[in-house]
C-alpha cells in the first residue's frame, strides 16, 4: 500500500487511544522509586561534598527530564566551579571514595566519550552512572521537563515513542540509532509544528531563565505553569497523535532538506546550517538541532545503513497505526 501525507487518519482512531494510555501508565516510575533515588543522591552528596565543599549533583537524563521508565537507571552529574579540572583525576578519586563505602561495582570508566564512574547501591537497588562538568545535560534536562509540564500529552507521546524504539531496536546509538534525548525532540517537535500546536517554542519567548554553559547562552521562557492550557485549542487524542507521529516521519519529513529545531519552533533548512554534505563521521542523514548546541546534529550517529533501517521501521508503524485493528500488539512486537 502506499499512502502519502494527505492519508486520512482511520475513522476508528480515538478507540485505540485507551490501550495506548495503559502501556504509558505501565511505564511509569512509582513514587517508591523516586523516594529511593532521592536516598541514593542524598548518599551520594555526603561523599562528595566531604571531598569537595563546594561541588554540587543534578541528576539528568531520563530520571530527571520526566521520560524515563520505571526501573531506570539513574544519570547523575557532579559539577565542579573550576573547569580547568582534570576529570580523569576527579573520577579516579570519586571511585576510591565511593568503594570505600558499601556500595558495588564501582568502576571509573575515563577512557569513554563521556567519563564516568559507575556503580551500583545495594540498599536500593539503583545503578549510576557520575560524569563531571555536564551541565549542558543538565539545563536540556530541565528544558525537557519545562516542556512535559505543559501538556500531557508530550509525555504521553514520548513514553509510547520511547517504548516502540526500544522494542524495535532503535534506539540504540552505538548501532547508528537514535538516542531517546533525540526521540524526545523529535516529539516535541512534532507537537510544536501541529495545527494548531500543542506546544509553544520556549527558547521563542520571553526569556525568564538564562545561563551561561560552556560559552553558550541557554536561555527560554520557563514559567511554564503559565502556560496551562496552551494546546486545549488542539483536542487530538493520544492515538491520533502517535499515528500522525509516524505518519509525519514515515512520508511527510522532507529528510533531503529539513532540519528539526525545538529551539526556533520549525523546520530550518540544510542549507542554512551547512548541513547538506557529510563532514567527518557527521552525514547528516536525519537532522535534529540540539537545542542549546545548535551546530550538534543528534542525527549525527545515523549512516546510510541505519537511516534505511530508521525509515523503514516509521513505514512500518504508520501503516499498523493506519490500518491494524489492534496496533498495540504489533507495534511493540520485539524485532
Ligand atoms: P533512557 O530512558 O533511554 O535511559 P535518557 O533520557 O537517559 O533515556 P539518553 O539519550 O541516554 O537518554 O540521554 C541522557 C541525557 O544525556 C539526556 O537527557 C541529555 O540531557 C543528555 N544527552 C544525551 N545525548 C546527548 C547528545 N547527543 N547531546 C547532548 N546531550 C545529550
Ligand atoms: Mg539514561
Partial sequence: ????????????????????????????????EKEKQKQLMALLNKHVTREWPGARLFL??????????????????????????????????????????????????????VPIVKLMDPVTGISCDICVNNLLAVINTKLLRDYSKIDVRLRQLAFIIKHWAKSRGVNETYQGTLSSYAYVLMCIHFLQQCNPPILPCLQGMARTYTVNVDNVECSYFDQVEKLQGFGSQNGESIARLVWGFFNYWAHCHDYANDVISIRAGRLVSKQAKDWTRRI???????????????????????????????????????????????????LFEPY
Fill in 1 to 32: 500500500r502506499n499512502y502519502k501525507s494527505q492519508t486520512e487518519c482511520r475513522g476508528d482512531i480515538n478507540r485505540l487511544s485507551a490501550p495506548f494510555l495503559a502501556i504509558y501508565e505501565s511505564l511509569i516510575p512509582s513514587e517508591e
Fill in 60 to 113: 539528568y537524563g531520563s530520571c530527571a527530564n520526566s521520560f524515563g521508565f520505571r526501573k531506570s537507571d539513574i544519570d547523575v552529574c557532579l559539577a565542579l566551579g573550576d573547569a580547568d579540572i582534570d576529570k580523569s583525576e576527579i573520577l579516579l578519586k570519586l571511585a576510591d571514595i565511593l568503594k570505600s563505602d558499601n556500595l558495588e561495582n564501582v568502576q571509573a570508566l575515563i577512557r569513554a566519550r
Fill in 280 to 330: 567527518g563521521n557527521d552525514r547528516h542523514l536525519i537532522c535534529i538541532e540540539d537545542p542549546f548546541e545548535v551546530t550538534h546534529d543528534l542525527g549525527r550517529v545515523v549512516d546510510k545503513r541505519s537511516i534505511r533501517v530508521l525509515r523503514e521501521e516509521f513505514e512500518r508503524a504508520a501503516e499498523i497505526m493506519q490500518y491494524d485493528p489492534n496496533p498495540c500488539v504489533k
